[in-house]
């Protein structure tokens, strides 16, 4: 099979690696790619946001898959696009990516469907949404309805927070086109969850569980990031509460979008608030999470390019997945100092052949390109996923620790505490 990967994060890093690997895949190309994608397919000089030229480059080439790592393509109509011209394709169509690309259709298809999410008001007023916030009190959560790259949703712990997230979003506009509609909901308390699955249309198939730590410094502080660090299993997804999942939120959401005429295919990443009161969705992502992707990929052991091909064709029901069981992974972001705030970019990365010598340590690609010399430059915030494999989520984050150790970049830090809930409970139950 001839395959294009569309991105240029570690998540696409992750995805070429585990497609590189399969007997089925004969050539692999990404578009755009980075450095490290490089030493596993052929990088393209096409971004991923020039769907004129990603559907040209696949109907020449005669791609027999595009598999799509980010939503913004997605959400704009790729899928759509490969599928009009004959090209088969992972990822959902513009109608089903919707439930990242509006915050308010998912939180009313939530509502329409009984599935269970926190309370919620949808504005685009900015006097209309202050009034609802100055009702509700704090703390609360202020998001844009669009796509804002990660970065249009405030957790307000004080009432003032929160009127100035919808003066930012709606006055300043902070998010642009994005911002112009906010939904405010009511803040949950409990553990936040990654949960995926891969959706054909009418069945799911659920991934292994995952977390993520998305705040920027150790102890879960500071700024909200993309995700500094990652690991799986998640201790908190017990096979009880996965039931739960599937039953509660997964099944319902796949049900009610073929029911609404926008049929889900592709990954689907439910963001989840484990509360006391059960699963409850806290948004729906369209495609892999980044840096959970990593992690996913290094315990898959099926073969995943077949299980692709059978999401886009509607086979899933015929489709089982290996994990390592035995096996945890976890990833350390190495990020550009600054980030999520300004950051130097071009710094020079040195040592990673070094740092990946241990068998149990892949090291992902984020944000690199090289000079004309051949030296590694950061190019991104995010710029290395640092992930290894262990018995427990301990060893995982021992082996990844040392290899960030042995990377040269005085440029760049990472969190130090990846994993730490999960080594906690590890501790706990000995
Ligand atoms: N790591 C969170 C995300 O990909 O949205």
Not at 57 to 64: L, V
Request: proline residues 5%.
């Amino acid at each position: 099979m001839r395959i294009l990967v569309i991105g240029s994060g570690g998540r696409e890093h992750a995805l070429c690696w585990a497609i590189a690997a399969s007997p089925l895949c004969e050539a692999l190309f990404c578009a755009p790619g980075n450095a490290g994608i490089a030493e596993e397919a052929d990088c393209l000089d096409i971004a991923a946001d020039d769907l004129d030229a990603i559907v040209g480059f696949a109907e020449r080439e005669s791609i027999d898959l595009v598999v799509v790592g980010p939503e913004a393509p997605l959400v704009a109509g790729l899928a759509d696009r490969l599928e009009a011209a004959g090209v088969r394709v992972f990822g959902p169509s513009a109608a089903a990516a919707a439930l990242e690309g509006s915050k308010g259709f998912a939180k009313d298809l939530c509502r329409k469907y009984g599935i269970p999410t926190a309370a919620y008001g949808r504005f685009t007023e900015a006097e209309a949404a202050k009034a609802y916030i100055r009702a509700q009190g704090a703390p609360i959560v202020v998001k844009a309805d669009g796509l804002a790259a990660g970065k249009g949703v405030t957790v307000a712990h004080t009432v003032e927070e929160a009127l100035a997230a919808v003066d930012a979003a709606m006055g300043a506009g902070a998010f642009g086109a994005a911002g112009a509609e906010l939904v405010v909901e009511a803040f949950m308390e409990g553990e936040e969850l990654s949960f995926f699955a891969l959706v054909d249309g009418e069945v799911a198939l659920p991934l292994a569980s995952a977390q993520d730590h998305k705040a920027a410094y150790d102890g879960d502080q500071g700024p909200n990031t993309g995700g500094m660090g990652a690991y799986s299993p998640a201790p908190v997804c017990t096979p009880e509460l996965e039931r739960r999942i599937v039953a509660e939120i997964l099944e319902p959401t796949v049900k009610a979008m073929a029911a609404e005429g926008r049929p889900y295919k592709g990954v689907l990443f439910i963001g989840l608030m484990v509360t006391d009161e059960g699963p409850k969705v806290v948004e729906y992502n369209v495609r892999f999470g980044d840096p959970e992707c990593q992690v996913l990929m290094m315990r898959l052991k099926s073969d995943l390019l077949p299980a692709l091909v059978a999401t886009a064709d509607g086979l899933l029901k015929t489709t089982d997945l290996r994990w390592w069981d035995d096996e945890a992974a976890l990833s350390v972001v190495m990020a550009a100092e600054g980030y999520p705030g300004a950051y130097e970019k071009n710094t020079e990365i040195r040592g990673l052949e070094a740092a990946a010598e241990d068998p149990d340590v892949t090291i992902f690609h984020a944000g690199t390109g090289r000079d004309a010399d051949g030296a590694l430059r950061a190019t991104g915030g995010r710029v290395l996923n640092v992930t290894a494999r262990g018995a427990s989520v301990a060893a995982a984050q021992a082996a990844a620790y040392r290899a960030v150790d042995r990377i040269d970049w005085p440029q760049g830090f990472c969190r130090r505490d990846i994993g730490w809930r999960a080594v906690t409970r590890e501790q706990e139950t000995g």
